[in-house]
């Protein structure tokens, strides 16, 4: 058991650009979350997967917000035309359908110049 | 709406003395209850968790919490605070929407230890 990996661990990007974040949940782990905190905040969720199935987006999420599970392995999360409000940390986290409580990774921190 | 409050925003400990952490929370029917520390640069760990049976649930790095129906909490303690200690501490609570398992989070509490 590796834990949940994410990558890359900091991005700084322009306003506009498209960022991509990678997350690996722990391998038996068929469940996967992301949620965003920003500064003084609790994690917020953002969406929700189960194998590869997307079954929950936040209204949060607006739709430069995307976000896939292929094969149900690993994530990714882009985010178009980014904003100074993008600006944050995104945590990606796993479960299992037994399990109740979440397994985080480090977090990737975004800032938006 | 299910909710989780963490009244205390900052706390600030000597070494060695004993340690409380306040939640609430706002969920209608028995609620799954989780702390999680954040340390700077880090990811979140579970500390401990509640779900059923025994109200006192003991969790990694000596901390426990005891979970009161009566006024809804899920307050965090620990005898003997460390420096090592110093972190954001989140207490969340596990929506029941169907599969979906979010968790819902308070603001944190973050701890200072002075030496």
């Known amino acids: 058991d590796t834990g949940v990996s994410q990558n890359p661990r900091h991005k700084i990007t322009k306003r506009g650009q498209n960022v991509t974040f990678r997350c690996d949940p722990i391998?038996?782990?068929?469940?996967l979350y992301w949620y965003r905190q920003t500064l003084g905040q609790g994690p917020e969720f953002l969406t929700y997967f189960q194998n590869e199935a997307q079954l929950e987006k936040s209204r949060l999420l607006s739709d430069r917000f995307s976000a896939e599970r292929p094969k149900g392995s690993f994530s990714t999360l882009e985010i178009q035309r980014t904003e100074q409000g993008d600006s944050a940390m995104y945590l990606c986290?796993?479960?299992?359908?037994?399990?109740?409580?979440?397994?985080f990774g480090p977090g990737t921190r975004l800032t938006v110049t | 709406a299910q909710s989780v409050t963490q009244p205390d925003i900052h706390i600030t400990v000597s070494e060695g003395a004993s340690l409380e952490l306040r939640c609430n929370y706002s969920y209608g029917a028995t609620p799954y209850l989780f702390w999680y520390v954040q340390s700077p640069g880090q990811g979140l760990q579970l500390l401990l968790k509640?779900?059923?049976?025994d109200t006192l649930v003991q969790g990694i790095k000596g901390f426990e919490a005891e979970f009161k129906r009566s006024q809804s909490s899920f307050n965090l303690r620990k005898p003997s605070v460390h420096w090592s200690d110093a972190a954001e501490y989140f207490c969340?609570?596990?929506?029941?929407?169907?599969?979906?398992?979010?968790?819902?989070w308070g603001l944190g509490t973050s701890l200072a230890v002075n030496p």
């Open positions: 391998s038996e782990h068929n469940r």
């Open positions: 969340a609570v596990a929506a029941n929407a169907g599969n979906n398992r979010k968790l819902i």
């Open positions: 509640y779900f059923s049976g």
């Open positions: 986290a796993s479960s299992t359908r037994t399990l109740y409580e979440q397994y």
